[in-house]
């Protein structure tokens, strides 16, 4: 059964760091293509980043892109974004999915919330 | 960049038919994702390349496009489809993915 957790999440200063993690079972991690998407509190879901399978193409939404990195370790089974420069409007819960056969995210984790606080 | 806009809320009695739509330039050309997301849980996928149901979805719900305008379809709605619906594509041209705002669907 495919399952993924994300971990790393918390209360963050405005211009702090932190790096999420997102462990994986169940499936060939490293056969697919990964994202992270968001969704600030009480609002709708926000596409963050997306890597391939041996992690050498990755994209990023504009709000984020020169701030955050997104990475992997396809021998831990492991999805990682790194976010630097954080500000207030970066709370939210983050996700991370799979993407499966054709752009359809077909798996998500349970998310980890994420709280920017000056 | 690529918008899409569904409509904030949409409501529908049990047993009736809910139609959610997701409008975006020349959609046809594209292929549409849809994500049901209940409070407090993740999204989990509904439908995929416009019109495919992952295994364990009910047949009740299917999907169309044509022009500029996606559309989702539950048939002989339950108060169990009581969630927030999201439409998602592919921008080829930024290689961004992009979703809609989510349409809130109301079992009356």
């Known amino acids: 059964e495919v399952d993924l957790e994300e971990s790393g999440g918390g209360l963050v200063q405005l211009g702090g760091s932190l790096r999420l993690s997102c462990s994986s079972s169940g499936f060939p991690f490293s056969s697919y293509w990964m994202h992270w998407v968001r969704q600030a509190p009480g609002k709708g879901l926000v596409w963050v980043s997306r890597i391939n399978s041996d992690g050498s193409i990755t994209s990023y939404a504009d709000s984020v892109k020169g701030r955050f990195t997104i990475s992997r370790d396809n021998a831990k089974n492991t999805l990682y974004l790194e976010m630097k420069t954080l500000r207030a409007e970066d709370t939210a819960v983050y996700f991370c999915?799979?993407?499966?056969?054709?752009?359809?995210?077909?798996?998500w984790g349970r998310g980890t919330l994420v709280t920017v606080s000056s | 960049s690529y918008v899409l806009t569904q409509p904030p809320s949409v409501s529908v009695a049990p047993g009736k038919t809910a139609t959610i739509t997701c409008g975006g330039n020349n959609i046809e050309s594209k292929s549409v994702e849809w994500y049901q997301q209940k409070p407090g849980q993740a999204p989990t996928l509904v439908l995929y390349y416009n019109n495919v149901r992952p295994s364990g979805v009910p047949e009740r719900i299917s999907g169309s496009h044509s022009g500029n305008t996606a559309t989702l379809t539950i048939s002989r709605v339950e108060a169990g489809d009581e969630a927030d619906y999201y439409c998602?594509?592919?921008?080829?041209?930024?290689?961004?993915?992009?979703f809609g705002g989510g349409t809130k669907l109301t079992v009356l």
């Open positions: 999915g799979r993407e499966g056969s054709v752009t359809e995210i077909d798996y």
């Open positions: 998602q594509v592919w921008d080829s041209p930024s290689d961004h993915w992009v």
